[in-house]
């Protein structure tokens, strides 16, 4: 008996320190317990994941329609974004959401496909016009401001016929889309986010068959779809600068996704290269002082490439004039933080040759001390949270960050006080980041409202109010979580007590 509690002592003490020490799931108070005055703070949605209405009013078919169409085995409850919240129909339920909550921004994403069927501008669908002209002005009406993403994942069936974003042709085809947006909504967004989480756009959707469009060419059309998409973004940026910024005023960014590394042999090397590979992909190319890719990974994707017989690397330099485009093509860097990874370098190549993870090569794995959300992959990390915000400052020139998503899933209790918990403790990581001289400006949260989620449908939810999912009415429910956040925003603090 005595020699098995030793043991089992002994076992506890070793898998705690095998494994990084710096952080405890848990984070410390430091500095002011106060958000600056001009710090903003919102909500966030997106389109498919909130609108239904999928073919209402002319709105034509998305990539992510047709795919839970064809495969409604592949989202984990077989459902899908026809109707979910029906924001499209009942908008003034979220603004009462919205004004209860005492929120200062709304993040919302425009449905391409609902102002442009086709994806082309020539096929323009007033009804959707419409739809979004009335969200802005009430939201402004009620001192709101929109946060607009032009695209999250619901690319036109239309546009995606032509290889969406393993094609050049969708500089142009975005390109247009997104003049006509300046054009038809410019004088009221002030604040636009190209593209939402490019990671999961490249790696799920072309170097996997995770998500639409299902190109499955790991190690290839995962680069082919970051160079695109860093191009779309970069001239998007100039267009707004030359075209419209003088009348508009607006800012324009992008809302990338991370999960922070610790590494389990304390190698900062380790974390350092694999921040490269996993952000640096993306923030390289916009926020550092060169542009391009980062210098390691165009060296070492060059090499294996070389040793595979390939006369071009997998993962080609910018080049001059799209590395100029591209570099400082943004007034602000969106983050979404949900949670961090162990990694540990891999002895052996892993993965197919060739494939992102074999050039990546980390074992990463998930902290398990943690607390786990009803999503698979989230563990609550704070500390993460702070650290990337100070990696953000280091190495990229303390760039103004917005915090454009971070929440919490569970299984929809409207006493969600996990969902409090994490956000108490990822708060207290944006307020130890700015105490320590980040410029974080605003923060997010993920989500207004229960939603569909890509892959997992209804069974998670990330929202501050709960739907109604069998009432035609979807009316919103606060959740507690709902009186805490309008605390937060009221005191410019966390409130502990609650
Ligand atoms: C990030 C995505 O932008 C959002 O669409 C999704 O619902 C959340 N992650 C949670 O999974």
């Known amino acids: 008996m005595w020699s098995l509690l030793i043991f089992v002592i002994i076992g506890l003490f070793v898998s705690q320190n095998s494994v990084d020490a710096t952080h405890n799931c848990t984070i410390l108070t430091k500095g002011s317990p106060y958000f600056p005055k001009n710090f903003k703070?919102?909500?966030?949605?997106?389109?498919?994941?909130?609108?239904?209405?999928?073919?209402?009013?002319?709105?034509?078919?998305?990539?992510?329609?047709?795919?839970?169409?064809?495969?409604?085995?592949?989202?984990?409850?077989?459902t899908n974004g026809d109707s979910a919240?029906?924001?499209?129909?009942?908008?003034?339920?979220?603004?009462?959401?919205?004004?209860?909550?005492?929120?200062?921004?709304?993040?919302?994403?425009?449905?391409?496909?609902?102002?442009?069927?086709?994806?082309?501008?020539?096929?323009?669908?007033?009804?959707?016009?419409?739809?979004?002209?009335?969200?802005?002005?009430?939201?402004?009406?009620?001192?709101?401001?929109?946060?607009?993403?032009?695209?999250?994942?619901?690319?036109?069936?239309?546009?995606?016929?032509?290889?969406?974003?393993s094609n050049t042709l969708i500089i142009e085809q975005f390109l247009d889309y997104a003049e006509e947006l300046f054009k038809?909504?410019?004088?009221?967004?002030?604040?636009?986010?190209?593209i939402n989480e490019p990671n999961e756009i490249c790696k799920g959707g072309y170097g996997t068959a995770r998500s639409p469009p299902l190109l499955n060419a790991s190690g290839?059309?995962?680069?082919?779809?970051?160079?695109?998409?860093?191009?779309?973004?970069?001239?998007?940026?100039?267009?707004?600068?030359?075209?419209?910024?003088?009348?508009?005023?607006?800012?324009?960014?992008?809302?990338?996704?991370?999960?922070?590394?610790?590494?389990?042999?304390?190698?900062?090397?380790?974390?350092?290269?694999?921040?490269?590979?996993?952000?640096?992909?993306?923030?390289?190319?916009i926020y550092s002082k060169f542009g391009d890719f980062p210098p390691i990974l165009l060296k070492e994707i060059g090499k294996s490439s070389r040793n595979e017989g390939r006369k071009r690397s997998r993962l080609p330099s910018l080049g001059t004039y799209w590395t100029s485009v591209i570099k400082g093509s943004a007034d602000f860097m969106g983050m979404n933080y949900y949670t961090s990874m162990f990694i540990n370098s891999s002895t052996e190549p892993r993965g197919e040759n060739p494939s992102y993870e074999r050039d990546y090569n980390y074992v990463s794995t998930v902290d398990t001390r943690c607390p786990k959300a009803k999503s698979f992959w989230l563990y609550a990390v704070p500390q993460g949270f702070e650290d990337l915000?100070?990696?953000?400052?280091?190495?990229?020139?303390?760039?103004?960050?917005?915090?454009?998503?971070?929440?919490?899933?569970?299984?929809?209790?409207?006493?969600?006080?996990?969902r409090i918990k994490y956000y108490k403790t990822h708060l207290q990581a944006v307020l130890n980041a700015i105490n320590d001289g980040c410029n974080v400006t605003a923060y997010t949260a993920w989500s207004l409202l229960d939603n569909f989620q890509f892959h997992a449908g209804f069974i998670e939810h990330f929202g501050l109010y709960a739907v109604n999912m069998t009432s035609p009415n979807r009316e919103r429910t606060p959740k507690k979580s709902a009186h805490f956040y309008n605390k937060v925003i009221k005191t410019r603090s966390i409130p502990y007590d609650f």
């Open 389 to 418: 915000l100070k990696y953000i400052r280091d190495h990229y020139d303390n760039v103004e960050v917005k915090i454009t998503e971070n929440g919490w899933s569970d299984s929809g209790d409207l006493d969600d006080n996990m």
């Open 85 to 165: 919240a029906e924001s499209y129909r009942l908008f003034d339920l979220d603004l009462k959401a919205l004004k209860d909550l005492g929120v200062h921004h709304y993040r919302f994403s425009i449905a391409w496909t609902r102002i442009f069927p086709t994806g082309y501008i020539n096929s323009k669908n007033q009804k959707g016009i419409d739809y979004y002209n009335d969200v802005i002005d009430k939201l402004l009406a009620n001192g709101i401001e929109p946060m607009v993403t032009m695209y999250h994942w619901d690319m036109p069936v239309g546009i995606q016929k032509f290889g969406g974003f």
């Open 184 to 194: 038809l909504f410019g004088d009221r967004v002030k604040t636009w986010i190209t």
């Open 41 to 78: 703070f919102g909500v966030a949605t997106s389109a498919y994941q909130i609108e239904g209405g999928w073919n209402a009013d002319g709105k034509g078919p998305s990539i992510w329609d047709d795919y839970t169409h064809h495969y409604p085995e592949r989202i984990t409850d077989g």
């Open 220 to 285: 290839v059309g995962d680069y082919m779809c970051f160079t695109n998409l860093l191009k779309v973004h970069g001239a998007t940026y100039r267009l707004y600068r030359s075209k419209f910024f003088e009348k508009q005023r607006g800012q324009v960014g992008i809302s990338l996704n991370v999960d922070y590394v610790f590494s389990q042999t304390n190698n900062t090397n380790d974390v350092n290269r694999a921040l490269d590979y996993e952000f640096g992909l993306l923030a390289h190319p």
